[in-house]
């Protein structure tokens, strides 16, 4: 088994090498590459939701928040739109407070944020790819099986991810180790 599992090293070496490449060059020239995160925004009769998958379209993500947590809601349609998750706008969210007004906005055209004294930031629309089309139907799909409800503290979720990181796999599934 170890000669084939060579030849087929072997034949994809080329792919590795080019895959290793372009990681490389990705991690040193477009950080901002490198985490892919931008969640689709939706918004629902019952809450306005934010959805993403990982890096390595594994683990699948969502905030929901309630209309009760919002003032004011002018205009409302529902509605999905993508948007690019910049370091910009990570920036924006860090300027929210509770003493100071958050004006969001989502439209077709993208997603709005303003706080209190400082300029709106406007990320626009972009698309969305075809690997997450077909996990939010994978996730669809498993959200109509039964399933168990249960509530966890923040605390709780920071101690299964360091869980997972501490027992995480050092070689992936094609990895020889050479």
Same mark, same amino acid.
């Given at each position: 088994?170890? *000669?084939?599992?060579? !030849?087929?090293?072997?034949?994809? !070496?080329?792919?590795?090498? %080019?895959?290793?490449?372009? !990681? ?36 699948? @993500?969502?905030? $929901? ?11 409302? %349609? ?8 910049? *370091? %910009? ?6 300027? =929210? ?12 055209? $993208? ?7 400082? %300029? *709106? ?13 077909? @996990? ?5 799909? *498993? ?16 101690? =299964?991810?360091?869980?997972?990181? !501490? ?9 020889? @180790?050479?």
């Amino acid at each position: 088994m170890t *000669a084939l599992n060579q !030849r087929s090293y072997e034949r994809w !070496r080329p792919y590795y090498q %080019a895959r290793e490449k372009f !990681r490389q060059f990705v991690w040193q020239k477009q950080l901002d590459f490198y985490f892919v995160f931008d969640p689709v925004i939706t918004v629902h009769p019952d809450e306005v939701f934010f959805e993403c998958f990982s890096v390595d379209e594994s683990t699948y @993500g969502r905030l $929901g928040a309630s209309y009760e947590v919002f003032k004011n809601i002018s205009e409302f %349609a529902c509605g999905t739109t993508n948007v690019d998750y910049s *370091a %910009a706008l990570y920036d924006e969210f860090q300027k =929210i407070r509770s003493y100071k007004t958050t004006q969001l906005q989502v439209d077709p055209s $993208g997603f709005e944020v303003q706080t209190t004294n400082e %300029a *709106a930031y406007k990320e626009v629309k972009i698309d969305l790819p075809d690997s997450w089309v077909r @996990g939010f139907l994978q996730v669809s799909s *498993a959200m109509c099986l039964p399933a168990t409800q249960f509530d966890l503290h923040p605390m709780d979720i920071y101690n =299964i991810c360091f869980v997972l990181r !501490r027992h995480k796999e050092k070689k992936g599934p094609g990895d020889t @180790g050479k």
